[in-house]
T-cell receptor, first 110, second 115 residues
């Protein structure tokens, strides 16, 4: 199956700082998605990307579909305490089902 | 509230019990999914249904038996589980056609503990 490498695995940041995380794949992907999961809940879709080079924002979140179609980035600007959680990337190559990364656990220090 | 509900939220069962997990989506989607989420592992796709037909079974042991009576409801029947089956079981739904079919919306999950 497809494999995704998501980094970093975890990060601690000060409130107000910007955050960046990324995913890379061994295959060319047609779709990249970013999800956030709070403790005890299911993942919530944040941003969906469908074209190489596409840059999409959702409030303070911005994600990009890498030009090589093998990577994607998620940036969070001016972090706040409620940004705490686990962020997952997911992607689809060809006719395969979605593949998920292992997640980036974000902690925000007030 | 994502429009996908799951019951129960927590379940503790013995290895000889039989139980069922229920998922319902209110989004008008035609595809539904079961995932298993274990600590420090990526989400593992178990089953996919599209217009009530099972289109994918990801080599899941037969002690897990899915049922999809219509496009809004999905069940996962459990019997003679093992302790390693303890995990968060997530249901998701999506439109059936690409590219919107890639946007999966998840329920809150059922935390299953097998004793």
């Amino acid at each position: 199956g497809q494999q995704l490498n998501q980094s970093p695995q975890s990060m601690f940041i000060q409130e107000g700082e910007d955050v960046s995380m990324n995913c890379t794949s061994s295959s060319i992907f047609n779709t990249w998605l970013w999800y956030k999961q709070d403790p005890g809940e299911g993942p919530v879709l944040l941003i969906a990307l469908y074209k190489a080079g596409e840059l999409t924002s959702n409030g303070r979140l911005t994600a990009q579909f890498g030009i090589t179609r093998k990577d994607s980035f998620l940036n969070i600007s001016a972090s706040i305490p409620s940004d705490v959680g686990i962020y997952f990337c997911a992607g689809r190559a060809g006719s395969y089902q979605l593949t998920f990364g292992k997640g980036t656990k974000l902690s925000v220090i007030p | 509230e994502t429009g996908v509900t799951q019951t129960p939220r927590h379940l503790v069962m013995g290895m000889t019990n039989k139980k069922s997990l229920k998922c319902e989506q209110h989004l008008g989607h035609n595809a539904m999914y079961w995932y298993k989420q274990s600590a420090k592992k990526p989400l593992e796709l178990m089953f996919v249904y599209n217009f009530k037909e099972q289109t994918e079974n990801n080599s899941v042991p037969s002690r897990f038996s899915p049922e999809c009576p219509n496009s809004s409801h999905l069940f996962l029947h459990l019997h003679t589980l093992q302790p390693e089956d303890s995990a968060l079981y997530l249901c998701a739904s999506s439109q059936s056609q690409a590219p919107l079919g890639d946007e999966q919306y998840f329920g809150p999950g059922t935390r299953l503990t097998v004793t």
